[in-house]
């Protein structure tokens, strides 16, 4: 049963554009939800987090949106920059949980030039 | 500087046998995970351990075991019984245990049952 879901498995955006990188989960008790980014043969590294207080937050170019209601986020990268190519995965965690993160399958996303 | 090391970074294994992969973390950190990525299934949770001298099972816990002796340490034993064990192992750390910030990982582990 997967609880946290990114049905994009790739992601092509020229530089300089938006990039749009959506997340559904099914559980409601999840309350913390945050982005990573991985390059391969690396771990995952920390990108952003929102928890479930609030709709939106910013970091640089990072923007993540929290929509409840839909059990929805998505993730906007504003320019994407050829260093963002990478495979993302949205993970999320809840009070009922303890601290482990579920993770999504992951989403490709190549900026080319 | 602090962080987590995992070794060996590739690893070969002969049908049949056990193996160990190695996480150390100098973080403090309370937590310790080990993940598993398959292509197109993401990271799948095998362990986790918030304190320790105690470990949970997660969600395709079968065929491995770990031990949680000291806090710095969190090793994973792949067993003969791991059906299909070539896989991209990553281990985390996350330094409270009660509410998650967010974990850090090692750079990972390539198993590969040659």
């Known amino acids: 049963d997967q609880q946290v879901k990114q049905n994009s498995p790739s992601l092509s955006v020229q530089e300089g554009r938006i990039s749009i990188l959506n997340c559904d989960y099914t559980?409601?008790?999840?309350?913390?939800f945050l982005w990573y980014k991985k390059y391969p043969a690396e771990g995952p590294t920390f990108l952003i987090s929102?928890?479930?207080?609030?709709d939106k937050n910013e970091d640089g170019r990072f923007t993540v949106f929290l929509n409840k209601s839909a059990k929805h986020l998505s993730l906007h990268i504003v320019p994407s920059q050829p260093g963002d190519s990478a495979v993302y995965f949205c993970?999320?965690?809840?009070?009922?949980?303890?601290?482990?993160?579920?993770f999504g399958t992951g989403t490709r996303l190549q900026v080319t030039l | 500087d602090g962080g987590i090391t995992q070794s060996p970074k590739y690893l070969f294994r002969k049908e049949g046998q056990n193996v160990t992969l190695s996480c150390e973390q100098n973080?403090?950190?309370?937590?310790m995970y080990w993940y598993r990525q398959d292509p197109g299934q993401g990271l799948r949770l095998i362990y986790y351990?918030?304190?320790?001298?105690?470990?949970q099972k997660g969600d395709i816990a079968e065929g491995y075991s770990v031990s949680r002796e000291k806090k710095e340490s969190f090793p994973l034993t792949v067993t003969s019984a791991q059906k299909n064990p070539t896989a991209f192992y990553l281990c985390?750390?996350?330094?409270?245990?009660?509410?998650?910030?967010?974990?850090?990982f090692g750079s990972g582990t390539r198993l590969t049952v040659v």
């Open positions: 929102i928890s479930s207080i609030k």
């Open positions: 985390a750390s996350s330094p409270d245990s009660g509410k998650n910030y967010g974990y850090t």
């Open positions: 993970a999320a965690s809840g009070t009922g949980t303890a601290s482990k993160l579920t």
């Open positions: 973080l403090n950190h309370d937590a």
């Open positions: 559980n409601s008790m999840f309350d913390y």
């Open positions: 351990s918030q304190i320790v001298n105690d470990f």
